[in-house]
């Protein structure tokens, strides 16, 4: 070790335990908070609820993909602007910019990895709500699963029609009130892998996504409150030249109600009876916001 090298680290060892005292004197300071009780109606059906969770009985499944600098994004072509790729900063790391702690900082688009796509994100819900004032209550509800991966596979541009809907409600009953629509495509398989998730030719991306007349139909018709799907974003790769462009999200964010992009482990959800949580960040006025998602499965 150099004489130089020696006298930072002297020096690294005595920032470190004079910002070591700093935090225990801090730490004395605070006082421990009661723990809240529970109460009040449905408390009962909680209790099940935890016990069905603490048992095993119901399994909780993140939907969620890894949020790195490696996640794909939506590339659009010029003139129209991009998201830069996720970045993280290091704040401190148990050294002497914080002995005890370690975080960072990070910069990063409203729609980077799995996301949200609050109302406001569209033009034609540009009067309607950011993803601050999106009502909790819709961000929890049933499931059901549309598997078209086998499609999807044959040909990346499929679209989900009328037609494989009604199959499905001929198989599985009626789409319930208030429930989110997850599509299955097998896309999740490609989502560390910017090139293949995106993929794209001289012709522009080829991604599965939903037809025309099936986006209006989600958004004015039918019992959906949201689309959920693992692709980069809730509209096929070619919707660019559809008729009206990107129509998941002219129709559904016009009509109130929510894109879900980059999904994982759909394969995991039985096609009805699941529940989903999803948790965007409150960010105020923002159009959405990379998000949590979760899924509660009967076993
Ligand atoms: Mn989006």
Redesign the pocket.
Known sequence: MSKETASNARMARSDVSNARNALERYSRGATPRPLASAGGAGVDTLASFVESLMSGSIDVIDLTQPLSEATPMIQLPPPFANTPNWRTHEISHYDEKGPAWYWNWFEGGE?AGT?F?API?WITGKDRDDVAQVPVRRLVGPAVVIDKSREAQANPDYLLTMNDIRAFERQHGSLPEGCWLLYRTGWDTRANDQKAFLNANETGPHTPGIDIDLARWLASESPVVGVGVETV?TDAGAAHSFNPPFPCHQFLLGANKY?L?QLANLAKLPSTGAVLLVAPLKLVKGS?SPCRALALVQR
């Open positions: 729609h996301h796509d994100h974003g894109g992009t959405g």
